[in-house]
């Protein structure tokens, strides 16, 4: 008898339902393996990893390849149930080599056995599936953009994504493809927001009578008019919404959608080499921003404008003119680690804190005051600095120290005790209280405007918009109230998932420490007046087992 693991993909291109693709795929393995004696032992399945991956960045696929060094790995071969979904492009001439080295055979269909290494018709077929699986994806992009390009501009099409501040989302019937609608899926468009329109419509206003961006933002968070970060928390989390940003207004002057016409394709995803010096680890994707000549209008405006055509062409020419042109393009500097990267925050504004490379230290800093309007609302320094060594000595001894073998039971003891305090989260019951009560003021101004006149059949969608928000607020007062369940052993599992934590953070690549501390849930905060940094861990959905470090010395 010979032991075989499988390996199989499925990913979002896929469209495919997960359980059932990893049901055929095995399937199609087991008819290959089973009538010559074989059994599966070991599964390695990756869902939602795209094929143009590198088999060693995808988790299940890694895995496997981690397997093959290993003696006790349990099976004999590897069994493939569809090499279009394993192997994209020339994956198959950098990964089978592997598999020869460490002697397990690889089976797959299409050959209707093992691939013999010194066929030349093996691997002559093997490098044809890579490259039908390197054009099967080039053609779904192809066809994908295409389509989205012509709804855009023929039908003028909503294509997705948050509306602009300003508008709201509304119903316009069933899917026009009948097999979507059919699934239920509806069609939405985009209609002015009672509340928010008018803000917008203050802002280029403003911007034509020669207001700045900075007093524009400044004047806006005086009257205190909610940011668009604080209009919408659920989907700006990463976002303090304290006051308003001057980029934020500069994205508003720029938004062509204000104008009543559908605008797409004013970014793309552009697929870069991760490491030019080693292509074989593939491509990471990119998002850049399209020049205007490749933008796609709708042929004519398809929802209600805010600003009139004049109106946008004009501050776009005032925005031309106080520019400085277009820059000449600079090459990139060479790329820096930063260890720390996503889990240093300002204990000021409670802001992420950006990486900064000087005076060949990495270090992270925070800018509020150049980048929004503060209006009196808190008191930031303009430049909230933290040099990335001050930290990491005191960070890494504290965590090391946790995740000892001798004290691993007690820092699990510890978050399981902090976890089973029932405590509501603070901020997200006062950001739902915040959100019921700006939703009662809307609903009442939309009943006055029913009262004065106004058109029964948008006001009633008005309200039922609103109505629904309030609903989604309650239900986050009810889910901040919640009590988080976590168990000894998913703590466990999870703290064994990551490896030795000990000794990747003594000999670690930076790379490798990085991962490690966002793994584990690190929240750096720096205070800025004390010059200490309270860091946390979060391992399970619960108050965070914490620590405080001197960042000038001292515990």
């Known amino acids: 008898m010979t032991t075989f693991g499988f390996y199989g993909r499925v990913s979002t291109e896929d469209q495919q339902d997960p359980d059932s693709s990893r049901a055929w795929q095995l399937t199609r393995a087991k008819t290959l393996v089973e009538p010559r004696g074989g059994v599966i032992v070991a599964e390695y399945f990756d869902i939602s990893h795209t094929r143009a991956l590198p088999w060693k960045r995808r988790p299940q696929a890694a895995a496997l390849l981690d397997a093959l060094r290993r003696p006790d790995r349990g099976f004999d071969a590897v069994v493939i149930g569809e090499p279009h979904r394993a192997f994209y492009d020339n994956q198959f001439g950098l ?53 989205m390009a012509a709804q855009a501009q023929i039908e003028g099409r909503y294509l997705g994504g948050r509306p602009p501040y300003g508008y709201r989302l509304v119903d316009l019937g069933p899917h026009p493809n009948p097999a979507k609608a059919a699934d239920g899926k509806r069609l939405f468009g985009l209609a002015p927001d009672a509340v928010t329109a008018e803000v917008v419509k203050r802002i280029f206003t403003e911007y034509a009578a020669g207001h700045g961006l900075f007093a524009i933002a400044e004047g806006l968070t005086k009257d205190g008019i909610l940011s668009p970060a604080a209009q919408d928390p659920q989907r700006n989390r990463h976002r303090s919404g304290i006051a308003w940003s001057k980029y934020a207004v500069r994205a508003m002057l720029l938004n062509p959608r204000y104008t009543g016409y559908q605008v797409w394709n004013k970014q793309r995803t552009d697929e870069v080499l991760l490491d030019v010096e080693d292509v074989a680890l593939g491509h990471t994707s990119k998002m850049r921003w399209n020049g205007k000549d490749a933008w796609v209008w709708s042929d004519k405006p398809v929802h209600e404008p805010l600003i009139d055509m004049e109106m946008f062409e004009r501050v776009q020419e005032i925005m031309g003119g106080r520019g400085r042109g277009p820059a000449v393009h600079k090459p990139h500097r060479a790329r820096h680690d930063y260890i720390l990267r996503g889990c240093v925050f300002c204990g000021v504004c409670q802001r992420r804190m950006e990486g900064h490379w000087a005076n060949k230290m990495p270090y992270y800093r925070c800018r509020f005051p150049q980048e929004y309007a503060i209006a009196n609302k808190i008191r930031h320094p303009r430049n909230v600095c933290l040099r990335e060594d001050a930290i990491l000595p005191s960070l890494d001894h504290w965590l090391a120290l946790e995740f000892s073998p001798g004290r691993i039971q007690t820092t699990i003891d510890a978050l399981l005790a902090v976890a089973d305090v029932p405590k509501a989260d603070a901020a997200l019951v006062e950001e739902a209280n915040r959100r019921i009560a700006e939703c009662d003021r809307k609903l009442n101004q939309y009943r006055a405007a029913l009262d004065a006149g106004g058109d029964p059949v948008v006001i009633s969608e008005w309200i039922k918009q609103i109505q629904g928000e309030r609903a989604g607020a309650l239900a986050m007062m009810r889910e901040a109230d919640s009590k988080p369940t976590v168990t000894r052993d998913q703590l466990a599992r999870t703290i064994e998932n990551l490896g030795d934590i000990v000794k990747t953070l003594q000999d670690g690549s930076a790379e490798k420490r990085s991962t490690v501390y966002r793994s ?4 750096a905060v720096y205070d800025p007046e004390t010059q200490k940094v309270r860091a946390s861990i979060d391992l399970a959905p619960s108050d965070p087992h914490w620590d405080l470090v001197g960042v000038r010395g001292g515990t």
């Open 95 to 147: 990964t089978f080599p592997l598999f020869h080295h460490f002697s397990v055979s690889l089976w797959v269909p299409e050959i209707g056995g093992p691939i013999d290494p010194n066929n030349e018709a093996h691997d002559l077929v093997m490098s044809v599936f890579g490259g039908m699986s390197k054009a099967e994806r080039n053609r779904i992009k192809i066809r994908v953009r295409t389509a």
């Open 520 to 523: 584990i849930g690190l929240k």
